[in-house]
C-alpha cells in the first residue's frame, strides 16, 4: 500500500529557483538587530504615559510646537516620569541600564538593551506599555511566518509573564518526507541560536526508511532528498534564518532578501519515507518507528496523503506518537485528477493528528489577462483571472501582446511531447502561449512551448472542475492556467479566428490573505464519521518560498497543503517550547481556540466556514497566551471508534457537530486554566446565520489561579427552523471579562430541525386549590439558575430565576383550559407544552 505526498499528483519532480522582483508583498517582514557580546538585545520600551505630542491639543491645521512654555513643562515632566522608570527598572534586574534613546513626543519610551529574560521582566512592571525587540530599517524575512504572528513569539511579545521569546531552541523536528538535503545552509547550525553549543545541532539526523536495522532504526543507502518536497517543508517548518550570505543565497520577491521557517533555531531529524512522488506504507511506518526510537522529537510533519481510515491506516499509528508525547501535523490534502471535487474529501480524520488546510497570506498577487484586439474581442474574454503554477515565476505586466494557439494537434494532446506534430520551432516567438490541458504534465506542456519561443504560458482547463497547476521542474518562463472550461474555450476560439493579430494585456492584481485555497480538500467528513469536524486549522499554503536541494537550484516555491502543514508544525514548536507542560492535545486546543476566523471561501466573499479550515488559521498572535486548553486521553481516542460502538461527539475537542440535532443536541467539555491570576469567564453561543440557538452552562466561572482547575460545561445547541438541507454553523466564545487571556472559540456545526419535542426542558404542571384560590405548580428540568420565561397560552406572563419552579394564580371557570411552557430567555430554547382544565369538581391534577 502506498500514500501520495500532499502536494503534486503527476508532475516530475525537478524544482527550479522561480523568483522574480515584479511583485512586492503588501507588508514587509523584519529582521531584528543582534545581540552584544553580553547576549542583550535592544528592545524598545513605551510607558503608559503619554508622549508630548498627546499631552496637548491642537487646532484643526495647528503645527506642534515643542518649544512653548506649557510644551517645555511637560517635556521636563516626562524626562522625570523617565528616570523614574529607569531607576524601578534598574531595581528589578538588579544592573544599570544604559539608555540608548529616549522616545519623548509621539509617546514615552527608551531603547536599552535586555537580554529576553529581562525584557519579560520589564513587561511586568508597573507603568509598562509594550516591550519589543528592535527591529532594522530594511526588512528582510519571507512574510508567511510573520503573517501567522511568528515573530511575536520570537522576540517575546506573544507569551505570558515569566516565559521569553524563542525561535523553537532546542526542540526537536521529526520531517517525515523525501528527505533533506544535508548541505543547505537551512540546516547548518546557526550560532545565533547555539547549535552544537548551548542546543543540539541543527541537524541531529538523516535517515532513509526503505529499510531498518535489526532494531527497527531507518537505515536504508539514500537518505539525501532527489525530490525537493522534504527540503522544502522542512526549511518552511523549521529552516534556519538564511540571507545573502547563504551559499546559496535565496532570492524571495523584493524588497525580501532573506527567508526563515517558522521555528528557524529548532533542531530536525530527517525520515525519508518517500523515493519518489509515492510513499510505502512499510516506509512510512519505519519512519514513524525511528521518530519513538530517537525519542526526542516534541512534533512531526506529514505531508503526504492518507488518514481517511483513521482508526485502521497510518493515522492509528499517529496517536502512538501522541501518547508519546509527539504533535503530529498532517496536509489535508489537494485536489487531483483522481480527486477533482475537494468537498468531503479531506484526509487524516484521526481526531488525535492536527489536520492543516491550505489558504493564502499577504503580499501574493494573481494574474489577469484580458484579449484586446483585433477590434472589439467579446465581454467573457475581459478581465480573465489567471492562477500561477507552482514553481512558476510571477510574469511581468504586458501590453498589447501577441498571443498564439497551435491547434493542429489532438486536443487532448496539445503540447505532448508525442503529439503530432510537434510546435514548430520559434511558432511562439514574442509571444504569449495558449495550450489546452490534456493527457500529458503541465511540465511538459510549459518546456515545449518555451522551447518554441513562448514568452509565457497560459494552460486553459478541458474540464468544469478547477484544479491546481502542478508545475514542479519548469523552465524559467511565467506559467498561468485559466480555471474556467467556457472562458478558456471563448479565448482559444477568439484566438483561432486572429491567429496572427490576436493581442493581450495581462497585468497582476494584489491577492489578499487569508482566502482558502481552491485545491485545499475539505469536509464533511462522510460517515460514520459525519459527527468529526476536520480539517482543524488552516495556514499558509499558497506560493510558498523556501529551500530546494541545492542540485535543484537552492530555493523556489510551491503551493498546496504540504506547505501550510509545516506551517502548523512550526507554530506547534513555538508554543510547545513556550509550555513545555501542554500535553499534546492540550497544544492543539490552544492553537485551535485562538485561531483567526475571518477569511473567506475561494471567492474572496464568502465567510469560510468550520468544515473548510476548522477553526480558522494559525494566529500565534495569541495561541501561547491561551488562558484555556482542552486534553484528551489516548485511550478514549481508542474508545471513539465508530467500528467498535464508539461516538466520536464524547471526545474532549475544541469543536461540536451533530447531523442529527433533532430538536435538540448536546456536549459537553472540559477546559484546564493556565494562568496563575485569578481569572474570569463568561460563555456564550453564536449561530453565524440563524437557525439554531446555542446555549452555554453555566454561563460564566471563574478561576483562582491554580494549574490544576478545570471547568467542566455544557453546550446545547437548538434548531428554531428545519437545518437538515446542509450544515449550518456556529461558535462559543470563552472570553475573560479582565482581557488576561484571548478569546477562547469552540466551533459548533449541526444539521436537524425543531422537532415536535420543543427542544430538551421538560415540564410538569399541577392544578390546585388552596385557600379557595386555584393556582397551577409548575416544575421543569434542567434549571440553569439563569432567567426563564413563564409562558401561557402563548403570552410572556412572568420571568422568574430559573430554578425549576414557578406558580401561576389563576381565576376561572369550571371546564376552563390553559396551555403552558416555560422558555430560557438567552437562547430561546422552550419546553414541551402543558394543557391543564379546571375540573368540575377541584382538585390536584397533573399532566406531562
Known amino acids: 500500500m502506498a500514500a501520495g505526498l500532499g502536494t503534486y499528483s503527476d ?13 512586492a508583498p503588501a507588508n514587509d517582514a523584519l529582521e531584528y538587530s543582534p545581540a552584544d557580546k553580553d547576549g542583550r538585545f535592544v528592545y524598545l520600551i513605551e510607558f503608559t504615559e503619554k508622549g508630548l505630542l498627546h499631552r496637548q491639543t491642537l487646532a484643526r491645521g495647528e503645527r506642534f510646537n515643542p518649544n512653548t512654555p506649557q510644551a517645555k513643562a511637560q517635556r521636563e515632566q516626562i524626562v522625570r516620569e523617565q528616570a523614574g522608570q529607569v531607576q524601578a527598572m534598574t531595581r528589578a534586574l538588579g544592573r544599570d541600564l544604559k539608555v540608548s534613546h529616549h522616545f519623548l513626543v509621539t509617546h514615552s519610551g527608551i531603547a536599552t538593551r535586555l537580554t529576553p529574560e529581562e525584557a519579560q521582566t520589564v513587561r511586568g512592571l508597573s507603568g509598562v506599555k509594550s516591550v519589543e ?198 496536509s489535508a ?36 489577462l484580458s484579449a484586446v484586439g483585433p477590434g472589439s474581442p467579446p465581454p467573457n474574454i475581459q478581465n480573465i483571472s489567471i492562477d500561477r503554477g507552482t514553481a512558476s515565476p510571477v510574469g511581468d505586466p504586458l501590453n498589447d501582446f501577441p498571443i498564439r494557439h497551435f491547434d493542429e494537434q489532438d486536443p487532448a494532446m496539445e503540447g505532448c511531447t508525442v503529439a503530432v506534430p510537434q510546435f514548430p520551432p520559434g511558432f511562439f516567438d514574442g509571444a504569449v502561449a495558449l495550450i489546452r490541458r490534456g493527457t500529458c504534465t503541465f511540465t511538459e506542456k510549459i518546456t515545449n512551448a518555451f522551447n518554441a519561443g513562448a514568452e509565457m504560458v497560459v494552460i486553459y482547463n478541458n474540464s468544469t472542475v478547477a484544479f491546481l497547476m502542478d508545475t514542479t521542474g519548469q523552465p524559467d518562463v511565467p506559467a498561468y492556467s485559466i480555471s474556467d472550461q467556457a472562458t478558456g474555450d471563448a479565448l482559444a476560439a477568439f484566438v483561432d479566428a486572429n491567429p496572427t493579430t490576436a493581442i493581450i494585456d495581462f497585468d497582476l492584481v494584489p491577492v489578499p490573505g487569508d482566502v482558502l485555497a481552491d485545491f485545499s480538500l475539505r469536509g ?164 453565524m446565520n440563524g437557525g439554531f440557538n446555542i446555549s452555554v452552562s453555566p454561563s460564566n466561572f471563574n478561576f483562582s489561579g491554580g494549574l490544576g482547575e478545570t471547568q467542566e460545561f455544557t453546550i446545547t445547541a437548538t434548531p428554531t427552523t428545519d437545518l437538515t438541507s446542509e450544515v449550518a454553523f456556529g461558535e462559543v466564545v470563552l472570553h475573560e471579562t479582565g482581557g ?58 412572568h420571568t422568574t430565576n430559573d430554578d425549576g419552579r414557578a406558580q ?33 369538581a377541584a382538585k390536584p391534577i397533573e399532566k406531562e
Open 524 to 687: 464533511p467528513v462522510p460517515a460514520p464519521l459525519q459527527d468529526l469536524t476536520k480539517p482543524d486549522i488552516t495556514g499558509p499554503g499558497v506560493n510558498i518560498y523556501a529551500a530546494f536541494p541545492i542540485s535543484l537550484g537552492g530555493y523556489g516555491t510551491i503551493s498546496g497543503t504540504s506547505m501550510s502543514s509545516p506551517h502548523g508544525a512550526g507554530s506547534a514548536i513555538l508554543v510547545r517550547k513556550v509550555h513545555p507542560d501542554w500535553t499534546v492535545s492540550e497544544t492543539k486546543s490552544a492553537l485551535m481556540m485562538t485561531a483567526f476566523n475571518g477569511g473567506t471561501k475561494e471567492d474572496e466573499v464568502t465567510p469560510w466556514d468550520a468544515d473548510d479550515v476548522g477553526s480558522g488559521r494559525l494566529d500565534l498572535t495569541k495561541a501561547a497566551l491561551a488562558g484555556l486548553v482542552m486534553d484528551e486521553t489516548a485511550a478514549n481516542y481508542l474508545a471513539a471508534n465508530p467500528a467498535t460502538g464508539g461516538d466520536p461527539k464524547t471526545l474532549n475537542l475544541p469543536s461540536v457537530r451533530e447531523m442529527e440535532c433533532t430538536p435538540s443536541c448536546s456536549w459537553t467539555r472540559t477546559v484546564r486554566n493556565t494562568r496563575t491570576e485569578s481569572t474570569s469567564w463568561t460563555a456564550s453561543g453564536t449561530a
Open 333 to 368: 490534502g489537494n485536489t487531483s485528477t483522481s480527486i477533482p471535487d475537494p468537498v468531503g474529501q479531506v484526509n487524516h480524520r484521526g481526531p488525535w493528528v492536527f489536520t492543516v488546510a491550505a489558504s493564502t497570506k499577504d503580499g501574493e498577487t494573481n494574474g489577469v
Open 740 to 797: 488576561i487571556s484571548p478569546d477562547a472559540r469552540i466551533t459548533v456545526a449541526i444539521k436537524g430541525s425543531p422537532g415536535g419535542g420543543g427542544g430538551d426542558i421538560t415540564l410538569t404542571a399541577k392544578l390546585r386549590r388552596q385557600q379557595g384560590k386555584r393556582r397551577v405548580a409548575l416544575e421543569w428540568s434542567p434549571a440553569d439558575g439563569g432567567s426563564i420565561n413563564i409562558v401561557r397560552d402563548g403570552v410572556v406572563i
Open 11 to 23: 508532475a516530475s519532480r525537478q524544482p527550479k529557483q522561480t523568483t522574480s522582483g515584479s511583485a
Open 808 to 840: 401561576d394564580h389563576i381565576g376561572g371557570t369550571q371546564g376552563e383550559s390553559h396551555t403552558y411552557q416555560v422558555c430560557e430567555t438567552d437562547t430561546g430554547i422552550c419546553s414541551n407544552e402543558v394543557t391543564i382544565q379546571i375540573p368540575i
Open 133 to 330: 525587540r528592535e527591529r532594522l530599517h530594511h526588512l528582510t524575512t519571507f512574510r508567511s511566518p510573520s503573517f501567522i504572528g511568528a515573530d511575536q513569539i520570537w522576540d517575546g511579545t506573544a507569551v505570558p509573564p515569566g516565559s521569553s521569546g524563542t525561535e523553537g531552541e532546542g526542540i526537536v523536528l521529526a520531517m517525515l518526507d523525501t528527505g533533506i538535503d544535508p548541505a543547505h545552509p537551512s540546516f547548518a547550525n546557526d550560532a545565533s541560536c547555539g547549535h552544537g553549543t548551548t542546543q543540539p545541532n541543527k541537524l541531529l539526523s538523516f535517515l532513509d526508511c526503505s529499510g531498518t536495522d535489526a532494531n527497527g532504526l531507518c537505515n536504508g543507502p539514500s537518505p539525501v532528498d532527489t525530490n525537493g518536497h522534504g527540503t522544502h517543508t522542512a526549511s518552511t517548518a523549521g529552516g534556519n534564518t538564511v540571507g545573502a550570505n547563504a551559499n546559496p543565497p535565496p532570492e524571495p520577491p523584493a524588497p525580501f532578501t532573506d527567508i526563515s521557517g517558522v521555528a528557524p533555531c529548532a533542531s530536525v531529524r530527517a525520515y525519508k519515507v518517500c523515493p519518489t512522488t509515492t510513499c510505502p506504507e512499510a516506509d512510512i511506518q519505519a519512519g514513524m518507528d525511528s521518530v519513538l526510537l530517537h525519542g526526542d522529537v516534541s512534533v512531526m510533519n506529514f505531508s503526504i496523503s492518507g488518514g481517511t481510515a483513521p482508526w485502521v491506516d497510518n493515522d492509528r499509528r499517529k496517536l502512538d506518537l501522541v501518547e508519546a508525547n509527539v504533535l503530529v501535523a498532517a
